[in-house]
Structure formats: structure tokens, C-alpha cells
């Protein structure tokens, strides 16, 4: 069974700069979380969806924005790009919203912004 | 949420048992502890969950005392492969706050 893709796999952007990440879970799962992973940090949340509705969201900016489609991919979206958002994005899921469960994460989108 | 303090940073060599503790002295009554195991470049990889006692899986065991103020990861004979960050997590997991994660302990394996 495919585990979660997210694309592109690296990315290059210049400050100011708008980006979309793309994320799609495990076949069967409901719910996507994105987190943020700065070097030689742990990952931070930024956000969960689950039936296409926010159920969650971290400490970030409104430059962070992101939706769930009705396949239950999901996209997230950066506005205005700053130097300190260059980071390690990753997308997890998992079957339900709510319940202790595993996450099941994808390999991430290196973001370098320049 | 519950803070966790993990060791930075540990050592040990291949084919011996590996026990990394985690503290997280305010675990709340519905809390359960995970730990993730993440390797360079990659997403964090679930080990094992818990809510007291003792958990075992095919990889990992985990060991939590009747406080629940602490917990350890245990690694049985460890390999090269298993260097790698390990995270303990404290939480309902995946509800509306979403994992938290603390900066986790570098496990370094030697032959």
C-alpha cells in the first residue's frame, strides 16, 4: 500500500514569494496535519483537516493557510515568504480526528528560501 | 500540554539494549505516551503508544511506572540502523493540538 506523498520533494523560492505544498494521505484516511520541521528542531504543528474542515491549528501566521479536498489531499499555502520559513514541511495522516492514533507522516517537501 | 524532557543525545554500540527515559511530570489523566523514531531527511516513523505499564511490539518496548511521571523506551539489541531521533510524545495524539514534539534524543549506534 502507497504511504503518504507529498510534492514537490525540494523547492527553491525567493523571499516574498508564495508556495504550494501538496500532500496525499494514505487511502482511507480522513484527516491531514502539516507540520513544520526547522533544522535540528522537532516538528511543529501547523495545522489538521479532517472532512475538509480545520480542526486545528498551531502558533503560525495568517501567511499559513491550507484546505482538504473532497480525495482528502490537501494543499498548504505560504504567503510572502521570509528567510526563517525554509524548513522541512511534512503532512501526516491518520484514519480519524479526535482519537489517540498513530500519525502516519509523509517524507516532506524541503523548503529553501532564499 | 504535557512537557517532556528527553536526553539529548545518547551512545551505544550494536547488539546491546538501548533504555531511553522520558520525563513529563504534568501527563494529564487522559494523556497517552508515543514515541517516533525519524531518521535524516525523512518523517517521523511511530514506535510504540502507551497509557501505564508496559507495552511491547515487535520493535520497541515501553515501560511506564504507576505515576506516570516518566516513561523508557526500550530498544533491544540495537543496530547501526537504529541511529536515528527519537521523539516522546505526550498527548491524545491526534486531535485539534496536534503532536507536540520536543527536540528528541540523537541515538548514536557504533559497531
Known amino acids: 500500500d502507497a504511504g503518504v506523498t507529498q510534492s514537490p520533494t525540494h523547492l527553491i523560492k525567493t523571499r516574498g514569494q508564495h508556495v504550494t505544498l501538496r500532500c496525499s494521505p494514505i487511502?482511507?484516511?480522513?484527516?491531514v496535519s502539516w507540520y513544520q520541521q526547522v533544522l535540528g528542531q522537532g516538528p511543529q504543528f501547523i495545522f489538521q483537516?479532517?472532512?475538509?474542515?480545520?480542526?486545528g491549528r498551531g502558533n503560525f501566521p495568517d501567511r499559513f493557510s491550507a484546505r482538504q479536498f473532497p480525495n482528502y489531499s490537501s494543499e498548504l499555502n505560504v504567503n510572502a515568504l521570509l528567510l526563517g520559513d525554509s524548513a522541512l514541511y511534512l503532512c501526516?495522516?491518520?484514519?480519524?480526528?479526535?482519537?489517540?492514533?498513530?500519525?502516519?507522516f509523509g517524507p516532506g517537501t524541503r523548503l529553501t528560501v532564499t | 500540554l504535557a512537557k517532556t524532557t528527553q536526553p539529548i543525545s545518547m551512545d551505544s554500540y550494536e547488539g546491546q539494549e538501548v533504555n531511553i527515559t522520558c520525563s513529563h511530570n504534568?501527563?494529564?489523566?487522559?494523556?497517552?505516551i508515543t514515541w517516533y523514531q525519524q531518521f535524516p531527511s525523512q518523517g517521523p516513523r511511530f514506535i510504540i503508544q502507551?497509557?501505564?505499564t508496559k507495552v511491547t511490539n515487535e520493535v520497541a518496548s515501553l515501560f511506564i511506572p504507576a505515576d506516570r511521571k516518566s516513561s523508557t523506551l526500550s530498544l533491544p539489541r540495537v543496530s547501526l540502523s537504529d541511529t536515528a531521533v527519537y521523539y516522546c510524545?505526550?498527548?491524545?495524539?491526534?486531535?485539534?493540538?496536534?503532536?507536540?514534539f520536543g527536540k528528541g534524543t540523537h541515538l548514536i549506534i557504533q559497531p
Open positions: 501526516a495522516s491518520s484514519l480519524d480526528w479526535g482519537r489517540v492514533d498513530e500519525q502516519y
Open positions: 487511502s482511507g484516511h480522513k484527516s
Open positions: 483537516y479532517y472532512e475538509k474542515e480545520e480542526r
Open positions: 504534568n501527563i494529564a489523566t487522559n494523556d497517552y
Open positions: 502507551g497509557y501505564k
Open positions: 510524545l505526550v498527548g491524545r495524539g491526534g486531535g485539534a493540538d496536534g503532536l507536540t
